[in-house]
T-cell receptor
Framework: GAGVSQTPSNKVTEKGKYVELRCDPI?????LYWYRQSLGQGPEFLIY????????DSGLPNDRFFAVRPEGSVSTLKIQRTERGDSAVYLCASSPGLSHRYGYTFGSGTRLTVV | GENVEQHPSTLSVQEGDSAVIKCTYS??????FPWYKQELGKRPQLIID?????GEKKDQRIAVTLNKTAKHFSLHITETQPEDSAVYFC??????????FGTGTSLTVIP
């Protein structure tokens, strides 16, 4: 596609529920990143995929968070047993290769609100 | 891991004046420093970047400087315009492929 697409744009869920957030990167971009941005803060790294594999998941806050990219394109971030502290904008970014050479293109984000 | 600090958190300037935003980083292995502009409710967009083998880079009204010895880098915007009003984030990349972002500077350009 022309840009990084994230769906839904907004998600309101009840505490304890399960949610899935989707990211569709720019076609041909091999690297995909998930970040979380809380109000008034900079994006915080969660996980990075190179192709189908998670190259670095050190930013995932706990085992309630999981992400997949089964075919090396679309990625899904999954959050189990959501908590109010999970409320944030979840940003996805993609890159054609090494980020220091190409930089990122961000999606518009999914605003998650846990009530 | 890398720790990026950014100052000031808010900045107001008169239209036509210059704005400077400063960032420091902790990991001497960091070698790439992008700057992103984020307008309210929109995605961060890359505006300029600098690599560790360069001390300064300029693109029209925007420039970035890097001091590797002191581990700090700065964004300079000259002849500011109201449309420059946004939140600006610095970032640093170390040995991994992810970026570590500063906490942002909310810039307001007063017409």
């Amino acid at each position: 596609g022309a840009g990084v697409s994230q769906t839904p744009s907004n998600k309101v869920t009840e505490k304890g529920k399960y949610v899935e957030l989707r990211c569709d990167p720019i076609s041909g971009h091999t690297a995909l990143y998930w970040y979380r941005q809380s109000l008034g803060q900079g994006p915080e790294f969660l996980i990075y995929f190179q192709g189908t594999g998670a190259a670095d998941d050190s930013g995932l806050p706990n085992d309630r968070f999981f992400a997949v990219r089964p075919e090396g394109s679309v990625s899904t971030l999954k959050i189990q047993r959501t908590e109010r502290g999970d409320s944030a904008v979840y940003l996805c970014a993609s890159s054609p290769g090494l980020s220091h050479r190409y930089g990122y293109t961000f999606g518009s984000g999914t605003r998650l609100t846990v009530v | 891991g890398e720790n990026v600090e950014q100052h000031p958190s808010t900045l107001s300037v008169q239209e036509g004046d210059s704005a400077v935003i400063k960032c420091t980083y902790s990991d001497s292995a960091s070698n790439y420093f992008p700057w992103y502009k984020q307008e309210l409710g929109k995605r961060p967009q890359l505006i300029i970047d600098i690599r560790s083998n360069v001390g300064e880079k300029k693109d029209q009204r925007i420039a970035v400087t890097l001091n590797k010895t002191a581990k700090h880098f700065s964004l300079h915007i000259t002849e500011t315009q109201p449309e420059d009003s946004a939140v600006y984030f610095c970032a640093a990349q170390a040995t991994g492929n992810q970026f570590y972002f500063g906490t942002g500077t909310s810039l307001t350009v007063i017409p």
